[in-house]
């Protein structure tokens, strides 16, 4: 029964509900909005877009996933810390750089769909990943880490044993703010032929039509409170493990 009062399972419930009843709905918003002689996107399924903006939104954080921590590992290992400067400022210049500017830049080079999106998405998602990396690591005691070489742990396996693992909340806590801005970002994405649920918001800001802007806005905000409310629940238990060690 517990389970029944738990938020995230009733917001996931919703959405589901959502995007199965949109396609159902167009008497209600035939209501809501009169004057459109289409009130309901009927283009695409709301299932399909979903798919495909989630897809995107993965590959994208996963790879930013990956550049940003093991940039930020890198830069915090005694060979590389000259570096760290020139890295951060990277990263904030890809965060800064509009991804509507990047796109207009890679579609030449890459042609509409995905690849140009994922790109942008990637320059986007780094910067909170790395910033949240290095915050992490420098969180570590400097104590534990003596001890762990006094042990005679290696420099790799104090990293993989000691640091990342006290570093994780903290690093944890970068990522989610990166797919959290990339589950908005990516609705852009359908400005250069790929398909998110940004897709009815485009179309509907470029027709007028305010219903395709609702129902695409809604299954964005939504999944975005679904996600930081799931990443928010895999830190508490994460928090709890690290106690009961």
């Known amino acids: 029964m517990k389970y029944l009062r738990d938020p995230l399972l009733w917001l996931v419930g919703l959405f589901i509900a959502l995007l199965f009843g949109l396609p159902h709905s167009e008497p209600l918003f035939r209501i809501l909005f009169p004057e459109q002689s289409r009130p309901l996107y009927l283009q695409e399924s ?34 590389g810390k000259e570096f760290r400067p020139l ?86 806590a970068g990522i989610r703010t990166s797919v959290i801005i990339n589950i908005g970002t990516a609705t852009i994405a359908s400005t250069v032929g790929a398909n998110t649920l940004g897709t009815p918001i485009i179309i509907g800001l470029s027709g007028f039509n305010t219903a395709y802007v609702i129902q695409g806005a809604v299954l964005v905000a939504l999944a975005a409170v679904i996600v930081d409310r799931a990443f928010e629940r895999l830190s508490q238990r994460l928090s709890r493990y690290r106690r009961e060690q």
Do not use: C, D, N
């Open 46 to 79: 709301f299932l399909t877009l979903t798919l495909a903006h989630f897809w995107l939104v993965g590959v994208s954080s996963l790879i930013a996933v990956v550049i940003g921590i093991s940039a930020g590992i890198a830069v915090t290992r005694g060979a």
């Open 87 to 172: 890295v951060e400022t990277i990263a904030a210049m890809g965060q800064t750089f509009p991804p509507v500017a990047v796109l207009a830049i890679a579609v030449p080079v890459l042609g509409f769909g995905q690849q140009p999106a994922i790109i942008a998405l990637i320059l986007y998602g780094v910067l909170p990943i790395l910033q949240g990396t290095l915050a992490g690591l420098a969180s570590v005691p400097a104590g534990v880490s003596a001890v762990a070489q006094g042990m005679g742990m290696s420099q790799g396996q104090r990293l993989l044993k000691v640091e990342l693992p006290l570093a994780a909340p903290v690093m944890l």
